[in-house]
Each structure stands twice: as structure tokens, then as C-alpha cells.
């Protein structure tokens, strides 16, 4: 039996729509749904049971927990811009250890959510040897979080036989609709262009990068979760610990941009905009995954390519009546 945790939001239902696929619906589901849209990435889901955040660990609900031998831990807080450090450090941390501990104490093989908003400035690189990590500077209250629970992973002297923490880059792709101003660049770009038939991008404020040059490692969610079930059934001797998950090719947002406009059908138009105060000093310039490690244990994984994603991400999904997977 699987845990998904955080199973109604982006990553997590894309997943469960992978797992689904493959035929697996012994799945156990744990979210916070309240007055959200998120339900909506469910409802073509199929699933066991679905438990709030709050009431998974209650003693009543452990008969059917102890069936589990495999978590997907993408439950978080996952606003860059949240202030109230406690309420992070309750989601990001006190619950995912609380999930980290169950899985050591029930030997059930566990793959977490990190993030590359972990590497901070990125002046450190982006090398997730797990030396490196213990290093990193990060740049906002959410990657801190993100930042503490995977040092606190890696003093553990007790650990799941399996365990996976996947730093992901820049995500992108269907069922991301719910999260506001934490959406995806494509997403936004794609709404800019129906609104206004032109994107708006951050103009840049250091001399060795233009205006819309600043790039990320940008990675299609459905690659995502194919990568996540392949990492988490592999039969390969894949070390435990904390891997990049990108493409580990960035990319700049004019070109992120010229892409959604080519999906679209629409004619380029580029607006070059300031950069909110708050945002200058958190601001990553540049990120590219350091995918040695991953691709020492998984070669020749294909990832879609940039354009190759926004194209089905526009044309398959948000060009639809339903833009849901």
C-alpha cells in the first residue's frame, strides 16, 4: 500500500495519476483541502482513503497505516514568499519528520520533497553531495525549512531501508492551478498572452544578465512523477540519500517565453517590468541541477525538453474546456 502526502496539489496528483496508470489505487492520500480548488486535481483520481494532515497519525487510523510500505512525502507549505515561520516549520518540518520516523520505525521505503530554492543564491553551486548541502545559505523562510529537514535527514542515526530526498527545480504543468502567485512562468506567461497578447518579465538588476535572461532548470511535472516511481520501484542499487531533480540544462525566461508564444500561436511581445523590492534581495539569477549523481545511478533518462513540455502543457491542457490531468 502507498502514502501520498500532499496527494491534492500539483506534484502529489500528478503522481497519483502516474501510479493510477500503472494500476496501483492501494493509495492512502493526505492534504488539507478546505475551500481550495484542489479537490478538482482529484477527481479523476482513484484512492483508498483520504486523511487530513492533522488525523493521520490518530490511533484509530494506524490499523490501515501499518499496511504501508511506501511514502511519497510532497505535503509542504511551498510559498516562497510566507513569512509566518512558525507555520512552515509546523508543515515543513514537524510533520515531515513525523513522517520520516514512522517510515524508520515501519521499515517503509521513503521518497521526500526538497527543493532547489535550498541552494540559495546559488554562489555555493547546485552539487548535491551531501557534503555540499551542509553548506548552503538559503535565501527565504520556505527554503530554510526545506534546508533544516534535510540536514536533520541526513544526522538521523536510525533511516528507512529506502530513503530518497529530491531536491526539485523549477516544476512546471498541469494541475498547478490552485496555487496563485506560486505559479509556474508558464502558466502565468500563458495568461499574460490571452489578457494582454504579451508576456511581462522581471527586467534584470546585475550587468551579466539581460533583461528575461535569467534562467532556471526548468522540468516537466510529468517527468517528475514517472522519475519519482522509477526511483522508488527501481531494482537498481541506488544509494540513499538527497538528489537534484532537474533536466540539468537551464534555461532562460525569453526563452520559456518564446515558447508559450509559439504554443499559443501568437506573435512575440516582450514587456521588461521592475522587480518587486521584496523579491531583489531573494532572488535566484540562475539554477542548473547538478544531475552527476542521478544520472550515475539512472543514464540515458530522457526529460521532455523545454518547448516540448509547454507545448503539451498549453495544447493538451490549458487550451481545454477541463485543463486537468
Known sequence: MILVTGAAGFIGSVLLAELNKLGREDIIIVDQLKDSSKWQN?????????????????????????????????????????????????????????????????????????????????????????????????????????HFFDQWVLNQPRQPNRWLGLKFFNVYGPNEYHKGGMRSMVKQAFEQIQEHHSIRLFKSYLSNFSDGE??????????????????????HNIDNGIYNLGTGKARSFNDLGKAVFKACGEAEKFEYIEMPSKLKKAYQYFTQANMDKFNQAFPFTSFHSLEEGIEDYIKNFLMKDDPYL
Do not use: C
Request: aromatic letters at 12%; hydrophobic letters at 40%; proline letters at 2%.
Open 214 to 235: 535569467q534562467a532556471r532548470d526548468f522540468i516537466y511535472v510529468k517527468d517528475v512523477s514517472k522519475i519519482m516511481v522509477r526511483m522508488m520501484e527501481s531494482n
Open 42 to 146: 482529484l477527481k479523476n483520481k482513484r484512492f483508498i482513503d483520504y486523511f487530513q494532515i492533522d488525523e493521520i497519525f490518530e490511533e484509530k487510523n494506524l490499523p490501515l497505516l501499518k499496511r504501508v510500505n511506501q511514502i511519497y512525502h510532497l505535503g509542504a507549505n511551498s510559498s516562497t514568499l510566507e513569512e509566518d515561520m512558525d507555520l512552515l516549520w509546523e508543515n515543513n518540518v514537524r510533520f515531515s519528520q513525523q513522517i520520516f520516523n514512522f517510515a524508520t520505525q515501519n521499515n517503509v521505503d521513503l521518497v521526500y520533497a526538497s527543493s532547489a530554492a535550498t541552494y540559495g543564491a546559488g554562489d555555493k553551486g547546485y552539487n548535491d553531495s551531501h557534503q555540499s548541502i551542509k553548506d548552503l545559505i538559503p535565501l527565504n523562510r520556505y527554503a530554510f525549512s526545506k
